[in-house]
């Protein structure tokens, strides 16, 4: 299973990336990293994963606006947003635009897994 | 203008305990109080971030913190780089994390920005929103960092 991580932290994309390695998750292959959204994009219809992880406040493209784009090129594509936004209203906004789940930072290594699990399962 | 409400401020200090604790299970040892009118420089502590913020609120949510504390901190998330640039980095999305958090209270409205990281001194911080911040100091593993909240509501 290939996977775009999209995030504005560096310190963030590298965890999520190494956090996927996980033996309990099926193999996942990082295929691409971005900064914003339109790196995302960009990323998305070259490497074509099945999976992405979404921060949403980014420069140049907020998550969210990724998301309705990304869902639009790939209706199949499994979105889960992983934002410290903690609206009830955002959350909402982001499923609403196609994204299958939210994941709240700080998250431990244990509740990104088990969010994974719960998208690809 | 008001102070902030003690439930405002229980929002951010709940938010910077919440992210210790979720990144490397010991809680942080917090205490509040405001910022004095002839305090006209926020804290430097080595590495800042600085969450604007707009829509129905104004003002910024300040983060500042040591080297070490965040050295120990990228430890704790298995980061191997301690680069100055995974630093920063850091200590903008710890001021981000807590920003975004307090959405939960406070709503949708208030609206958050990309983090400003600076490194020394914080000298092109912008002048502050309020007469009186709120800054919360922030103990752990024998370090000291410090967040400064500095919204207010639109008129």
């Given amino acids: 299973m290939k996977l775009l991580i999209v995030d504005d932290s560096n310190v963030i994309r590298q965890r999520i990336a190494r956090t996927v390695a996980d033996p309990r998750l099926p193999a996942i292959e990082v295929v691409g990293m971005a900064r914003n959204g339109v790196a995302a994009i960009a990323m998305f219809n070259l490497h074509k994963p099945q999976l ?32 410290a936004l903690s609206d009830k209203a955002t959350a909402i906004k982001a499923l609403q635009k196609g994204a299958r ?11 990104l897994i088990t969010a994974l699990l719960e998208l690809v399962s | 203008m008001s102070d902030l409400k003690e ?21 942080p040892q917090v205490r509040g109080a405001y910022l004095g009118a002839g305090d006209v420089r926020p ?20 983060v500042s913190a040591p080297r070490a504390m965040l050295r120990h901190l990228l430890v704790a998330a298995q980061e191997s780089s301690q680069s100055d640039e995974n630093l920063l980095d850091l200590v903008g999305e710890v001021a981000n994390t807590i920003a975004g958090n307090a959405r939960r209270f406070f709503g949708e409205r208030m609206e958050i920005a990309v983090p400003v990281t600076i ?4 000298d092109t911080i912008r ?24 919204i207010d509501r639109k008129e």
């Fill in chain 2, 43 to 62: 804290p430097s502590l080595g590495f800042s971030g600085l969450i604007p913020i707009s829509g129905g609120f104004q003002g910024s949510v300040y």
């Fill in chain 2, 119 to 122: 490194a020394g001194h914080a």
């Fill in chain 2, 127 to 150: 002048p502050r929103c309020r007469t009186r911040p709120y800054i919360i100091t922030v103990e752990w593993k024998g370090y000291t960092a410090q967040l400064v909240v500095d």
């Fill in chain 1, 101 to 111: 789940g939210f994941l709240y930072k700080p998250f431990t290594d244990e509740q």
């Fill in chain 1, 52 to 83: 992405v992880t979404m921060d949403l406040t980014m420069p140049e493209m907020d998550g969210v606006q990724c998301t309705e784009r990304l869902t639009s090129i790939d209706p199949a594509a499994m979105i889960l947003v992983v934002s």
């Fill in chain 2, 7 to 27: 439930e405002e401020i229980r929002v951010f200090v709940d938010a910077v305990t919440h992210y210790f604790a979720q990144l490397t299970t010991d809680r």
